[in-house]
């Protein structure tokens, strides 16, 4: 590392670049003279480079020493650095042998003083490695893991950057045609975090599987049972999670949906009427830049006509989106989540939630699980809280494939202690009708 470096300063560059050491220039204004003459400005990028890569190693080894170092050394020494981390990832492009190394110092920096480095250059770091992918100068499988672990350093604006550019790099990867071969890559990365025993990694990639499979981009098998899998994560609010999204699945929370795309601008209008004028006036009236626009503007009716239709075709089977209609194995999913249930010693909501998932699996795939109903039977009382959810928990574990004498004993345990001359006439209806 060059330790002569630092004498290179931002101002001294661009004052070099405008031919005059008087005149000063900002960051920004020779940003613009690079894209428009690269190669006018190489001695430039390379005194501003080695002033970067010396700030990097300043702060590397600051934040060797101590932490609090890092913070306490001097916001403006942290501010250039974030300047010119941000200004080198705009120019990388027209730079690409010369800043071939330049996410490797980014990411280096992230990866290893992430937590002790100041939280305004933190941001600036982030917002230059997603600018360096978003560039395609690295590919995101490169930072995935990196991304990940900036969701759970304790800083907010940190986390939604990292949330939103996986989120949206995985959207934009995947909207003209799959890439097979890199999704199944970042799945790998996510599906292992999940499946991993420290909770706040596998809860953020827990949300951001939930958050492409809602949005349909990841909207396959290995995703719905990665999602599925976590039911049984040793973390219980994980677990909760988990069975909370696969009861109300459409009710999923949204963490960064600040993004409206075109698709969900066309489900907020779902009354879309194309007209004969609508197609004569886009091809045969106007000017040829307004009949362009009014193509393009017919165009995306079209598309959104499409989808409504696709989406209208798909909605139709009622359980069409759940996780849970995608199983590889159900039955062994149901029984391992029935033994969890047995054995633990949640809270009663979150055991319920548990029974409700477990009905629904065996309702959906028409399973046989006999020791299910004697344990429901244990709950079905008058004076049990819920009672009407379980008594529909019931109803949805009832099917052709279930053996009458199975059921029998909770039918009759139904009859007896709800339906009798004692109960009121709308609630003795309610339970003969469930019967």
């Known amino acids: 590392m060059r330790q002569h470096a630092p004498a290179y300063t931002p101002e001294a560059a661009s004052a070099s670049a405008t031919g005059g050491a008087g005149e000063r220039h900002s960051l920004p204004a020779l940003q613009a003279k690079m894209k428009r003459d690269p190669e006018g400005y190489e001695t430039e990028l390379r005194q501003l480079q080695r002033h970067f890569e010396s700030s990097v190693f300043l702060f590397r080894q600051q934040a060797a020493l101590s932490s609090s170092s890092s913070g306490g050394g001097g916001g403006e020494t942290a501010k250039e650095l974030g300047d010119l981390a941000l200004f080198l990832a ?109 909770e706040s990694r596998a809860k953020r990639a827990f949300t951001i599987l ?94 959104s006509m499409k989808r409504q239709q696709r989406k209208s075709n798909e909605e139709s089977g009622s359980n069409y989106y759940s996780p849970l209609t995608y199983l590889k194995d159900p039955q062994g999913f149901a029984e391992k989540l029935f033994s969890r249930l047995q054995k633990c010693n949640e809270r009663f909501e979150v055991r319920m939630m548990m029974l409700k998932v477990i009905a629904r699996t065996i309702g959906l795939h028409h399973l046989v699980l006999l020791n299910f109903y004697p344990y429901l039977q244990r709950y079905v009382q008058p004076h049990q809280r819920d009672v009407t959810t379980l008594l529909a928990a019931a109803v949805q574990a009832c099917h052709e494939m279930v053996p009458p004498d199975a059921v029998e004993p909770l039918f009759k345990q139904i009859v007896n202690q709800f339906v009798h001359d004692r109960s009121r006439p709308e609630v003795c209806t309610t339970r003969l009708f469930i019967i």
């Open 90 to 198: 705009h120019v990388a492009p027209f730079y690409p042998n010369d800043l071939a190394d330049l996410p490797d110092h980014i990411g280096g920096l992230l990866d290893t003083n992430a937590r002790a480095l100041p939280s305004g250059l933190r941001v600036h770091l982030v917002q230059a490695l997603i600018l360096l992918v978003n560039r395609k100068i690295v590919d995101l499988e490169d930072t995935m893991e990196l991304f990940m672990e900036l969701q759970v350093i304790g800083d907010r604006a940190v986390k939604k950057l990292a949330f939103s550019h996986i989120v949206h790099s995985i959207r934009r990867m995947n909207q003209k045609h799959k890439n097979e071969a890199k999704n199944r890559k970042l799945q790998g990365i996510l599906f292992k975090l999940v499946q991993g025993e420290e």
């Open 210 to 303: 939930c958050d492409l499979h809602r949005r349909r981009v990841w909207f396959d098998d290995r995703t719905a049972n990665a999602i599925c899998d976590a039911c049984f994560h040793p973390s219980s609010r994980l677990m909760t999670a988990a069975i909370s999204l696969l009861i109300g699945y459409e009710n999923v929370e949204q963490e960064d949906d600040s993004d409206a795309s075109s698709e969900d601008e066309a489900s907020q209008n779902p009354n879309i009427i194309l007209s004969k004028e609508d197609v004569y006036k886009a091809n045969h009236k106007g000017t040829s830049a307004s009949k362009k626009k009014k193509k393009a503007k017919l165009e995306r009716v079209v598309r």
